[in-house]
Each structure stands twice: as C-alpha cells, then as structure tokens.
C-alpha cells in the first residue's frame, strides 16, 4: 500500500547543469552541508524570462554553480521572478542575492517571510534562559545541555543571505500567473507555518516543497519560540487537505527525486505520524520525561545537535496527544515535565517502526 511510488528520472541533474521535467520546467541540484547533501531547484520558462522556485543555502560555492546556471541554461533569456516555498535557509538563503542580482522581486508568503525576517535579526550569542528551560524541560542531560548553550540559537543568518525589504504576498487559494500557465497557490503547516506550494491543473504538476518529500520525512518539530504550539495536528490536516490535488499528479519535491504517488505518500506519512503517536501513548503507561522517549521514535544513538531536533519531534506527537486528551503532561519540583497515557486500560499493544534515519533539520 505505501511503496508505490514511481520515479521516472533515475539520475539527478549534475552540479550546473538542469533536466527538462516537463515543458517549460528545469530541475536543478544544490549541495547542501549537511546528511541530507543537496536541495532541488526548479526554473519555471516565462516564454520572454524564468521564474526561479527555491534558492539553495546562501555560500560562494552555491552561487557559483547558479552562475554557471545562468550562463548555461536559460537559453539567454533573463530570470524574472523568484519564488520561495519557505523560510529554511536551504530554500529562502539566496533568494536576496537573486533578487538583487537580477533586479527582481521575491514571492512567498507573509508568515514566512516576517519568520525569516526575524531569525535574520537574531544574531545572540548562545542561549537565552527561556530557550534553555524548553530543554531543560524536557528532560535533557546536563551535559547535552551544556553543548546546546554552547552551539547557540541565533546561527540563521550564517546560511541566509539579507533578504530583499519588501515582497510580493502569496495566498492560500488563490492563484499565480507565471507565463501563459495559472498556478494554484496551496499553503500548509507543520514542517514551517505557511509553507507555499504550487500546482498546475494543464501539466497536473505540484511543486511541493518539503510539505510532501518521497522518501525523507520532514521535521515537524515545536520549538522554544513557540514552546506550547501544536504543529502535528496542522501537519495531518495539511495532509488530508494536499488530497484534493488529484493522486496523478506529478510531484517535484525539495528532496530526492521528483516522483508519482502523491496519495499513497500522503497515506503513508499519516499512517507514520499516527503509529509514532501510538508507540509513544504506550511509552507513557508509566510517567516518561521527553528525553526518556527518543528511543520509542529512533533506533540511532543521537549527538546532541540531532537531540535538540529529535526533542522538538517528540514534543510535536506528545502535544497532539495532549490536544486528543490521550496523554496528560506535569511538571515536576525538578522544572521537568511528565507525560502519562490517560487510559492505560484502551492502548492496543503492538509493534511499531522506529525510525533508522537520524532526524534533519529541512
Ligand atoms: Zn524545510
């Protein structure tokens, strides 16, 4: 049921180079400097210019390769617009660069780029307390928590460029003119707050983003900045929502290979969502500190960068557990909090997946 996906191009594009997708569409690769190594771009034919979705990190080496893009691949016509899908940096931090290289307006939407604008102003060095007490709160070690405060929290701006003053709105059910094709504009939430995404009924193409990826699993995390957020039940509903783009369509996702199968990958990432949620309500039996229930969602031993993600993972499912009245959370003399199941007695005990990958940040 969940592994029918098809992929219809084996090899990705080389570093400068694009592959025609569709008419009038180019996908092209970035590096990235992470366990997930690259992020995949689109250029959308305008007929007199290209529009440009997503923009890579921003880094002299991934603005060489957008140069030799330039000079290579858009068949001497200029780039007229850019597009981004969301604020992470592997998406939105060259898109001030492009704009100013090409004397060209940013699109996104408003949460995202007011998101981006405010981590861009961010440049604290280490820790504040109430960021600290998120993880404190969890349950985290000392010493993990030593290695957090060092790493610091306002690090945005080293993969972002500065971003363009102003932009031009994108809203959720409306649609976009780029050339002689109408986009509609479809947002989501959960992985970011109002992730946009793209999709053209005549070629029946989504350009998803990371709100649906093939392979990889988004994070969906809460973090200290909005500490008592619920973003997994937005995630599922964005889900249940991204279903009314037919199940034919095909996906150009940010992540690993542009793909058919939409429908059964939405299924599967809600099956995912709802059998971790599951493992966790059956973890909780006994009262369990966050930190205690890592190892209910992942099998790896974790350093403490991927703990600080796979904490905000976990408090994702915990609170939409809370917000279904099926866990309860206290807080402890200690400044720790415990989560307990509610109805020890309804929990259907059974095997769940953990998960191999280490969690990531995109
Ligand atoms: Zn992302």
Redesign the pocket.
């Known amino acids: 049921m969940f592994a029918d996906l098809r992929y219809p191009i084996e090899t990705p594009p080389a570093p400068g180079k694009t592959i025609e997708v569709a008419p009038g569409i180019k996908w092209l690769q970035m590096p990235l400097p992470f366990a997930l190594n690259h992020i995949n771009l689109y250029l959308l034919d305008e007929g007199d210019g290209w529009t440009i979705v997503d923009t890579g990190i921003c880094d002299e080496g991934v603005q060489k390769i957008w140069e030799d893009i330039f000079a290579g691949e858009l068949d001497g016509k200029p780039v007229k617009r850019v597009i981004v ?4 940096p ?2 939105i931090g060259n898109a001030g660069w492009l704009c100013r290289r090409w004397g060209v307006e940013l699109y996104t939407s408003r949460t995202e780029f007011y998101y981006a604008r405010g981590l861009m102003a961010d440049r604290s060095e280490g820790f504040q307390d109430d960021a600290l007490r998120f993880y404190v709160r969890g349950g985290i070690d000392q010493k993990i928590l030593d290695e957090i405060r060092q790493r610091g929290f306002g690090n945005y701006h080293t993969m972002t460029g500065t971003l363009p003053l102003g932009y031009r709105r994108l809203i959720d059910g409306e649609t976009m003119t780029i050339g002689d094709r109408v986009w509609q504009i479809i947002t989501g939430s959960g ?2 707050p109002e ?1 946009v995404c793209l999709y053209n009924a005549d070629l029946d193409i989504l350009l998803s ?2 709100q649906v990826l093939p392979r990889i699993t ?2 969906v995390s809460v973090h200290p900045m909005e500490p008592e957020e619920n973003p997994m039940k937005y995630w599922l509903e964005s889900h249940e929502k991204f279903k009314s783009i037919p199940a034919t369509a095909f996906v150009l996702p ?1 992540h690993n290979r542009p793909f058919y199968g939409l429908h059964d990958r939405l299924d599967y990432l809600i099956y995912h969502h709802e059998d971790r949620m599951d493992a966790l309500e059956e973890a909780c039996v006994e009262p369990k500190m966050a930190a205690e229930l890592l190892g209910v969602l992942f099998k790896r031993e974790l350093d403490s960068f991927q703990m600080m993600l796979a904490l905000g993972e976990c408090f994702a499912h915990l609170h939409c557990l809370m917000d279904r009245n099926k866990i309860v959370r206290t807080l402890d003399d200690n400044g720790m909090y415990r989560f307990q199941t509610v109805d020890a007695a309804k929990i259907d005990h059974h095997e769940h997946d953990k998960r191999d990958d280490a969690p990531i ?2």
């Open positions: 899908t969301h604020m992470h592997d998406h992985h970011s992730h983003g990371d988004s994070n940010s940040m995109v």
